[in-house]
């Protein structure tokens, strides 16, 4: 059987629909670059994610003209997050302190994806969902093509002038290349760092507006409301309780996050509303911006933020943002780009991860969160202070116009 994909040139190809891909490839198509997108999935389908849509989201919603259909989905505008500890006690950051008085949004991945990967095709890019990368071909230290498998099995190959990796803590494209370049057949299994849960709840008690986080021994999980009435579980724990609890759920639930008494309560009468989805993390951090000379990464590829700042989707968005930029501007001298864009990402990210790395380690650590979480109860200073180092955007120049309420 034919595939729908013809042996095309395309000037750029991005392997991965998620936030970073869908909207880098809306933002090169609408500068006049022909984009072709690669996702391994089949749209809408359930992401593991905390759903919690930080409020500078909204911003990049504006430019890429979704905002009002991601408004009209359904979800739910978050006006502050409250950090609980084991025994209750809390503060509350407001949505409004990360950026200009907006609030966030709760809304889950499978409509938020689905809304941006939709407006790509209608921007003009060609996708092709359910189609996976398979490899790479290299010439000279350049990427020019890859070859991708659809659902019928049937082989192609993409080639383009520029190819980005938005595969997500996959890294799909890069690994390929740096295999190919390295001649090895298959890299190490790494340890896993963290184990992330989520699911989709019904008849939570939460107050409307509030994303809860709550703490407990080697781990956190969060909780918000989303479209259709139901609310987001999602936690992230050492393995090492994974490996002591097990690894259902539902006994995690009950035996690790609802140690903390506000989790009990909140999901005292919760029913599932899913299956279950579950991950787990090798690493955070950040990985090479350009493994080839026209290759880059962008998105969770090309850094991985701790989950506790809620601010991994903003970075996708901020990186494919940067990248596009420097793209319009450069092209198609790829060591500009790659100067460009590496200096970029320097000045926007740096700081912030190096700053959720040490929350995630005290996130971790026995008595810190208690202990901090008390101490930041009292101090609002304090609480303004770490909040606006988890996001540092007052130094790169991403475009904020269309700004919305
Ligand atoms: C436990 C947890 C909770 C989180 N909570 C939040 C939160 O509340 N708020 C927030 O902002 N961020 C959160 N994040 C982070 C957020 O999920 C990521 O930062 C974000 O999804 C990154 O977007 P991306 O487009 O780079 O990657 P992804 O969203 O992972 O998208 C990558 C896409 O590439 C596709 N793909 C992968 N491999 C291939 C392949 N070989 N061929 C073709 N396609 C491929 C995948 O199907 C996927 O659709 C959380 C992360 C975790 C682990």
């Not at 963290?194 to 509030?210: M, Q, S």
């Not at 994303?211 to 909780?223: N, T, V």
């Not at 090492?240 to 009950?254: Q, T, W």
């Not at 601010?311 to 001298?333: T, V």
């Amino acid at each position: 059987m034919r595939s729908q994909i013809d042996n095309r040139k395309s000037q750029i190809a991005i392997v991965g629909g998620g936030p970073a891909g869908s909207s880098a490839a809306i933002r090169l198509a609408d500068r006049g670059f022909e984009v072709t997108l690669i996702e391994r999935e089949k749209f809408p389908r359930h992401k593991l994610c905390g759903e919690f849509i930080s409020p500078e989201c909204l911003t990049h919603f504006a430019e890429l003209g979704v905002l009002d259909e991601m408004l009209a989905a359904g979800g739910e505008r978050i006006h502050e997050t409250r950090f609980f500890d084991r025994k209750g006690r809390s503060f509350a950051i407001p949505s409004g302190l990360l950026d200009h008085k907006r609030a966030a949004l709760g809304l889950s991945r499978s409509a938020m994806d689905a809304i941006l990967l939709d407006h790509a095709r209608r921007s003009g890019v060609k996708v092709f969902d359910g189609t996976r990368l398979s490899e790479a071909f290299i010439e000279d230290e350049v990427l020019k093509a890859i070859s991708v498998v659809d659902e019928n099995a049937c082989t192609e190959i993409v080639s383009a002038n520029l190819f980005i990796d938005a595969s997500g803590r996959n890294n799909a494209l890069c690994r390929l290349v740096q295999r190919s370049q390295d001649d090895s057949s298959k890299p190490a299994a790494k340890a896993s760092v963290a184990v992330g849960f989520k699911n989709h709840f019904r008849d939570v008690k939460i107050e409307p507006g509030v994303c809860e986080i709550f703490s407990f021994p080697r781990g956190y999980g969060g909780l918000s409301s989303v479209e259709n009435g139901a609310a987001n579980l999602c936690f992230l724990m050492d393995p090492k309780i994974v490996r002591k609890i097990g690894s259902d759920p539902a006994k995690l639930v009950e035996r690790a996050v609802c140690s903390n008494v506000r989790a009990a309560k909140a999901l005292e009468n919760a029913s599932a509303a899913a299956d279950w989805l579950a991950v787990s993390i090798s690493s955070f951090g950040r990985t090479p911006a350009s493994p080839i000379k026209n290759l880059f990464a962008v998105g969770d590829s090309a850094a991985f933020i701790d989950p506790f700042t809620g601010s991994g989707m903003l970075m996708a968005f901020e990186s494919s943002a940067l990248l596009s930029m420097a793209i319009a501007e450069h092209a198609p001298i790829t060591e500009r780009i790659v100067a460009e864009y590496s200096l970029l990402r320097e000045q926007a990210f740096s700081r912030r991860l190096r700053v959720c790395s040490l929350l995630r380690k005290a996130a971790f650590a026995p008595f810190i969160p208690t202990a901090t979480i008390r101490f930041l109860a009292f101090s609002k200073r304090s609480r303004n202070y770490i909040a606006s180092m988890t996001r540092s955007y007052e130094k790169h120049s991403l475009n904020t116009r269309n700004a919305p309420s």
